[in-house]
């Protein structure tokens, strides 16, 4: 498809672009219509694992490119790439941190899938995509904040990381959101822009990033604009990192989302002439 505009979009799903509690994109749909009519690539960045994003943009068609796992593996055209530790790596890792801090330690690669679909509060079929890990693993336990530090020492200890997503602490590798935000920059580069207008394709990409957690932080820190969407259920929000183009989204979820996102298109494109301003406040 080609591109009009040398602009690509970078969105944390959970709490994002996917309301917390219904998982519903529903109020985004005038900025991601807009998307679609700009041509502007839109691509995935999740904890998720790639079944998930996969089955996610087969029933939605939102995405042009998926980054799952943390940035553990990307996929854009059908070529995958994955970047993240072995799982037998993974798995010893969690089990030295079971043994040595004080509360229990499980993970959607040792639980069953009906409990995963508890912890979640997904249907089962879903939890049994979120299961399918190959380079990342949320834990499912109740840490004090000794415990956290010491599985972040551990898997440090084994080149891996602890990071913070919106329901959980995901053991991970040392890839993160925005080294394969900056790997998929250079895939579209090749991928999209050779479609683009001749004037076009020299041109680089200028990115919008969006997300919640402080997992999302290194994709906020890479993007030309980064917003941050607040949290559902806390009252006060505080910038989660220092970045000249910052923005926190007026409200939470898709909602927030659609208003961040065509503000921006506003901004460096200008003003949407089919978009009726009092619409999109009123249906978010």
Same mark, same amino acid.
């Given at each position: 498809?080609?591109?009009?505009? &040398?602009?690509?979009?970078?969105?944390?799903?959970?709490?994002?672009?996917?309301?917390?509690?219904?998982?519903?994109?529903?109020?985004?749909?005038?900025? @991601?219509?807009?998307? $679609?009519?700009?041509?502007?690539?839109?691509? !995935?960045?999740?904890?998720?694992?790639?079944?998930?994003?996969?089955?996610?943009?087969?029933?939605?068609?939102?995405?042009?490119?998926?980054?799952?796992?943390?940035?553990?593996?990307?996929?854009?055209?059908?070529?995958?790439?994955?970047?993240? %530790?072995?799982?037998?790596? =993974?798995?010893?890792?969690?089990?030295?941190?079971?043994? !040595?801090v004080t509360v229990p330690v499980e +993970?959607?690669?040792?639980? /069953?899938?009906?409990?995963?679909?508890?912890?979640?509060?997904?249907?089962?079929?879903? !939890?049994?995509?979120?299961?399918?890990?190959?380079? +990342?693993?949320?834990?499912?336990?109740? %840490?004090?904040?000794?415990?956290? &530090? @010491?599985?972040?020492?551990?898997?440090?200890?084994?080149? @891996?990381?602890?990071? #913070?997503?919106?329901?959980?602490?995901?053991?991970?590798?040392? /890839? /993160?959101?925005?080294? !394969?935000?900056?790997?998929?920059?250079?895939?579209?580069?090749?991928?999209? @822009?050779?479609?683009?207008?001749?004037? #076009?394709?020299?041109?680089?990409?200028?990115?919008?990033?969006?997300?919640?957690?402080?997992?999302?932080?290194?994709?906020?820190?890479?993007?030309?604009?980064? =917003?941050?969407?607040?949290? $559902?259920?806390?009252?006060?929000?505080?910038?989660?990192?220092?970045?000249?183009?910052?923005?926190?989204?007026?409200?939470?979820?898709?909602?927030?989302?659609?208003?961040?996102?065509?503000?921006?298109?506003?901004?460096?494109?200008?003003?949407?002439?089919?978009?009726?301003?009092?619409?999109?406040?009123?249906?978010?």
């Amino acid at each position: 498809m080609p591109q009009s505009r &040398a602009i690509a979009i970078f969105t944390d799903l959970d709490g994002t672009l996917l309301d917390h509690d219904t998982y519903s994109w529903t109020d985004a749909r005038p900025a @991601l219509d807009r998307l $679609k009519q700009l041509s502007i690539p839109l691509i !995935a960045v999740s904890s998720k694992t790639l079944a998930e994003l996969e089955h996610i943009n087969q029933t939605s068609g939102l995405f042009d490119g998926l980054i799952g796992e943390n940035g553990g593996v990307i996929a854009l055209n059908g070529n995958v790439e994955q970047y993240g %530790p072995a799982s037998e790596t =993974v798995d010893r890792t969690r089990e030295e941190i079971k043994s !040595a801090v004080t509360v229990p330690v499980e +993970s959607f690669r040792t639980v /069953s899938q009906e409990i995963i679909a508890t912890e979640t509060g997904l249907p089962l079929e879903d !939890a049994i995509r979120a299961g399918q890990r190959h380079c +990342s693993d949320p834990l499912i336990w109740q %840490p004090a904040a000794k415990d956290i &530090a @010491l599985a972040r020492k551990i898997a440090e200890k084994h080149d @891996l990381t602890l990071v #913070k997503g919106g329901r959980f602490h995901t053991l991970c590798g040392p /890839s /993160s959101k925005g080294q !394969a935000m900056r790997r998929m920059v250079e895939r579209l580069s090749v991928t999209w @822009l050779e479609d683009a207008p001749e004037n #076009k394709r020299q041109q680089r990409f200028t990115t919008i990033a969006l997300g919640d957690s402080p997992n999302d932080i290194p994709m906020l820190a890479e993007a030309d604009y980064a =917003v941050q969407i607040p949290s $559902k259920h806390d009252k006060r929000t505080v910038a989660m990192l220092d970045h000249p183009n910052l923005r926190i989204a007026p409200r939470p979820g898709p909602a927030g989302w659609n208003k961040a996102v065509n503000d921006i298109l506003d901004q460096i494109i200008g003003p949407d002439p089919n978009t009726n301003k009092n619409s999109e406040v009123l249906h978010g």
